[in-house]
């Protein structure tokens, strides 16, 4: 088991900006890939950023890139996700996902993931 805990959401007006953070513990969290994926609702849970075990590689969705910036503190055991130029679409709930392998590579696949947070609300209105 490794607790995952998200914060940082919350109501923001289009065109704003938020900064969510993962908090990890219970394991070496800077040898584990990050990333994270959202669900609205009626819809499946999609990915969004992921970022490797050093922080110097990143991946994103065509829908967010430009837009959201992942980044990693393994210093601190978190990680982070920029949110800017925020779009009524981008509401959801946000989860944040650990890899299973050690130094693994980047994937937008849920299956690689299989440590999650509980989720963190994210609401942009127009």
């Known amino acids: 088991q490794v607790p995952l805990g998200e914060s940082g959401g919350g109501l923001v007006q289009a065109g704003g900006s938020l900064r969510l953070s993962c908090a990890a513990s219970?394991?070496?969290?800077?040898?584990?890939?990050m990333a994270w994926f959202r669900q609205a609702p009626g819809r499946e849970r999609e990915f969004v950023a992921a970022?490797?075990?050093?922080?110097?590689?990143?991946l994103y969705a065509d829908s967010v890139k430009g837009r959201f910036t992942i980044s990693r503190d393994n210093a601190k055991n978190t990680m982070y996700l920029q949110m800017n130029s925020l779009k009524p679409e981008d509401t959801a709930i946000y989860y944040c996902?650990?890899?299973?392998?050690?130094?693994?590579?980047?994937?937008?696949?849920?299956?690689?993931?299989?440590?999650w947070g509980q989720g963190t609300q994210v609401t942009v209105s127009s």
């Open positions: 970022i490797d075990w050093s922080g110097g590689n990143t």
């Open positions: 996902a650990g890899a299973g392998s050690i130094y693994g590579r980047l994937s937008e696949l849920k299956t690689e993931y299989p440590y």
């Open positions: 219970g394991r070496t969290f800077s040898r584990y890939a």
